[in-house]
């Protein structure tokens, strides 16, 4: 079993703290590709060597494009995910988690101490004062537009028709023309292990 940090925005911490919410998709590789080599291309060495790396080839024209593997597909079923979310200081000056107002309670608190800040992104907060961990179920890397209207309410959807409102979430965090691309994702199915605001 492996414990990874995962980034969550406060729609979603809200959506899985209500139960509507037990999968995610995540990049499968990163983006953009490094361009690897121009119209020689890869000689089979160097392409066996970058493959047995866990690389992904595509040769576009002259040129052979590298797609580096992201975190996302080392997670398996069994795997824990501490949910990272965003932080701020109340009107009693005290930290609470962002999503719902929640107060971060002692002593997940004291990881925060010395934090001068009123709000603190979810890059930062430690996992001492996570809230939230989630066992994967199952894991799994399919294109984007696999998914099911199913998926989608696993996702957090909250109406029909749900494929739109996903589409339209997807291009929100990853920017205009992200579900046309059709990127291989990881998708992961989670249930939650343990919350404290529950």
């Known amino acids: 079993m492996?414990?990874?940090?995962?980034?969550?925005?406060?729609?979603?911490?809200?959506?899985?703290?209500?139960?509507?919410?037990?999968?995610?998709?995540?990049?499968?590789?990163?983006?953009?590709?490094?361009?690897?080599?121009?119209?020689?291309?890869?000689?089979?060495?160097?392409?066996?060597?970058?493959?047995?790396?866990?690389?992904?080839?595509?040769?576009?024209?002259?040129?052979?494009?590298?797609?580096?593997?992201?975190?996302?597909?080392?997670?398996?079923?069994g795997d824990v995910l501490w949910v990272r979310e965003a932080v701020k200081r109340n009107d009693r000056h005290l930290w609470a988690y962002e999503a719902d107002d929640t107060e971060v309670p002692w002593p997940q608190r004291s990881h925060l101490a010395g934090k001068v800040r009123s709000k603190l992104s979810p890059m930062f907060l430690p996992k001492e004062s996570t809230r939230l961990r989630l066992k994967v179920t199952e894991a799994r890397i399919e294109p984007l537009q696999a998914i099911t209207e199913d998926d989608c309410f696993a996702e957090g959807a909250l109406g029909k028709p749900a494929l739109p409102w996903f589409t339209e979430t997807w291009n929100a965090i990853h920017g205009s023309g992200a579900w046309r691309r059709n990127p291989d994702v990881v998708a992961i199915t989670f249930e939650v292990v343990d919350a404290q605001s529950l």
């Open 2 to 77: 492996t414990e990874r940090g995962i980034i969550f925005q406060g729609w979603s911490v809200r959506r899985i703290l209500e139960g509507g919410k037990t999968m995610t998709r995540r990049l499968a590789w990163h983006e953009p590709p490094f361009c690897g080599a121009g119209r020689e291309g890869l000689t089979p060495d160097e392409e066996a060597d970058v493959k047995r790396q866990g690389w992904r080839t595509e040769k576009r024209g002259d040129y052979t494009y590298l797609y580096k593997p992201t975190i996302w597909q080392k997670i398996r079923p």
